[in-house]
């Protein structure tokens, strides 16, 4: 990292301290406010000085979030600080989850290696429409001043469930603008005409599981399943273009260790995408890289240096043929990129919180049961009902679950395993929360998570 011109005479003599505070937040943006003065091995008035300074000095605020890590506090921290959700959190205030999403899905017809759904689970047919009326209770229970408060998702698969598109014409209707995440399989012509609410959503971003029908079933166990999601998408461009419809479509795609190359093939898969409607590209893509089983979630040196050069090679492909693309590298992902160490956070049972974060998100599923952990939302999955706040039903709106949950002070004892009940944005919610709470417990409370 550069050193950052400090301005102003009056706090140039703490230059050199400012630089590495920066770089200490830049690098590790959950560091607690002690750790970084022990670091910098100076006294509370001292640290103070310097926290009160990096807060009026933009320059120095860049920096930070220009810092190998600073896509952590750009992407996620600052949004929800900014929203007033870490404060609703600290202070146990009882209002409406941030962000809702919903799992319609009553089952999946892929069966991936890395799932943690339990083959065979599924929800029962007849729970399909009164779950439905109960999505479409909380859509009209939900306030309506953040148009993105929801989300569809899984769990398991959304388009399985034949009511999806009435719900997304509903929950547009009152204005909000529903991304949902699918695999696409099931996105035909035929389902487009059955579930015309389709077309009223914000964003459809499709997970791809691979570049041709072989890579599709190692990874989903599903035969010709590529040849299938391309036509449906291939479909869907061509309509999208023809209707004028403001869809938004992309793609989520993860790097599997030692596939870092087939990034040029996806590079070609969105160019040939966007052939079929050359005024309609697709819009965006996520690219997330596989941590799972990497000792404290680092890359070794040589796989890292691959990584780095293949995602250049895949610039490259994309400023040449997809030019429109908007690219999301996610929190790793960019450090790499840019050739600077990153790595995720491995939160371990310990440091997870035992009353979770309610105010933050929760997740619904067909039952109506209010999940805590957006990746403990599968029926049948061991230990994930402990995760359960409570179920919307007749006479219990959303409200009521969360107004409860809090009031009883209800904990939950992590046991092992239980950090995989939460995804990325649940790591970063819970790494925040837990350096706030040291912050304020040191007697740092008012300048608590350094930046806001
Ligand atoms: S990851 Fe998604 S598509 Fe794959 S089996 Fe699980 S729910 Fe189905």
């Known amino acids: 990292m550069t050193e950052i011109a400090i301005p102003g005479p009056e706090v140039a003599s703490d230059a050199g301290l400012l630089n590495r505070l920066t770089r200490i937040f830049g690098a590790s943006p959950f560091t607690t406010l002690e750790a970084a003065r022990q670091e910098l091995a100076v006294d509370r008035g001292t640290f103070r000085r310097l926290v009160d300074t990096l807060a009026r000095v933009p320059e120095l605020r860049a920096a930070v979030l220009g810092g190998p890590a600073g896509k952590y506090w750009s992407k996620t921290v600052l949004p929800l600080e900014r929203a007033g959700v870490i404060d609703n959190i600290v202070q146990r205030r009882a209002v409406y989850p941030h962000i809702v999403a919903l799992y319609p899905g009553p089952t999946c017809m892929f069966r991936c290696h890395f799932c943690v759904r339990v083959t065979g689970a599924r929800y029962q047919q007849d729970a399909v429409d009164s779950g439905n009326a109960m999505f479409a209770s909380v859509i009209d229970e ?3 001043d953040n148009p993105h408060a929801m989300y569809i998702s899984g769990g398991l698969e959304p388009l399985t469930n034949p009511g999806l ?8 209707r009152r204005g909000f ?7 696409s399989f099931a996105l035909t012509d035929r389902t487009l005409q059955r579930q015309p609410g389709l077309w009223d959503l914000h964003r459809l971003r499709t997970s791809m599981y691979g570049l041709d029908d072989d890579e599709y079933e190692q990874t989903t166990g599903k035969r010709a ?9 291939v479909n869907l461009q061509r309509l999208r273009a023809s209707r004028e419809n403001p869809l938004r479509l992309g793609f989520s795609y993860i790097v599997l260790p ?4 087939r990034l040029l093939e996806l590079a070609d898969f969105i160019a040939e995408l966007n052939e079929v409607a050359p005024h309609r590209p697709v819009d965006f893509l ?3 890289e596989d941590y799972s089983g990497r000792p404290n979630g680092k890359l070794p ?8 050069d293949a995602l250049g090679a895949f610039n490259e492909r994309v400023s040449a043929r997809a030019p429109s693309l908007h690219v999301d590298y996610g929190y790793a992902l960019h ?3 840019t050739g600077t160490d990153a790595e995720l956070i491995r939160l371990r049972p310990e440091s997870m919180r035992p009353s979770a974060h309610i105010q933050a998100g929760v997740q619904i599923d067909l039952l109506g049961d209010v999940y805590l952990y957006r990746e403990a939302g599968f029926p049948g999955l061991t230990g994930a009902h402990r995760y359960i706040a409570g179920r919307v039903e007749p006479g219990t709106a959303l409200s009521d679950v969360v107004r409860s949950h809090l009031a009883n002070g209800r904990t939950i004892d992590p046991l092992d395993g239980d950090e995989y009940f939460l995804d990325g944005f649940d790591q970063v919610v819970t790494a925040r929360l837990n350096q706030v709470e040291a912050d304020i417990a040191a007697g740092w409370g008012d300048v608590r998570g350094l930046l806001r």
């Open 335 to 337: 450090a790499v990129m």
């Open 142 to 144: 939900m306030p309506v």
């Open 165 to 172: 598109g009435g719900l997304i014409t509903r929950a547009a």
């Open 286 to 288: 996520d690219i997330r």
């Open 177 to 183: 603008k529903m991304d949902l995440y699918t695999n």
């Open 258 to 261: 030692g596939r870092a190359w």
């Open 301 to 308: 040196p040589a796989e890292r240096a691959e990584l780095q």
């Open 225 to 233: 399943a590529f040849g299938r999601v391309k036509a449906n998408l």
